[in-house]
């Protein structure tokens, strides 16, 4: 008992401070920058791509298209990034990238920012969450996770979050084994043909008001199963989709950010 005792003193609090504090740092991986002063237009990234999520597009006062980025195909593989020789393009640290609608992820030369969230402090945003947590749902918001036919990569994300490091119940934000307790549905997966139908009966067993928030490239576009025979191209192919969770896989803090924006859906 002395020693465990011991180790809490000596390593402190343990658990992620955000969205108390940012916690972005060169390991995070998020959606490609673009600077266009470098961009010959040769159309490398755009071929470099495995999921077509680059794209060119007009912009003001150019002659030219420009390559763009639709976040919810994006998979953060940086082979975009290692094909293009003039370091016109990186990908940046930024993982809030959830939007309540997929037309905001969608190829555009100035990243669409949500301003409602933009600029806040993350203190604030922390106690934004838990006031709106216990206005719509009492003291607690019930999410059922539903895997449809994902490679596990977003549902590790997603174990993460009921781990002490994130601990995402410090927000009153449970995971429940039934969708007849749940508030919300997270699913991952491209929807197989053989979980569609169990994932539409899931959604109708959830009692309204249900939020459905689709987590990770898959989910979001089908991302690298995008047209393939043996799934759909996407969450909102066959439900309705309250937040957009873009990432391959997205981290626990993205989720964290993108479960804020669907309570603000409601």
Known sequence: MYNIVKKMIQHGTVTLQYPKKNTKSTYITGIPEFDYSKCERCGKCISACPTGALVLVDKDGEREKLPAVNADECIFCRFCEEACTNQALKLSNNFELAQKSRDLLRATPLYVIDEEINGTDYELIGKKLNEKVAKKFGRSLNI????AGSCNGCDYEIQALNGPYNDIERFGIHFVASPRHADMLLVTGCVSRNMEEALVKTYNA?????LVVAAGACACSGGLFKDSYAGRNGIDTILP?????PGCPPRPQALIYGILKGIGRL
Do not use: W
């Open 144 to 147: 059922r996770e539903v895997d």
């Open 206 to 210: 959830t009692p309204s008001p249900k």
């Open 241 to 245: 989709v309250d937040v957009y969770i």
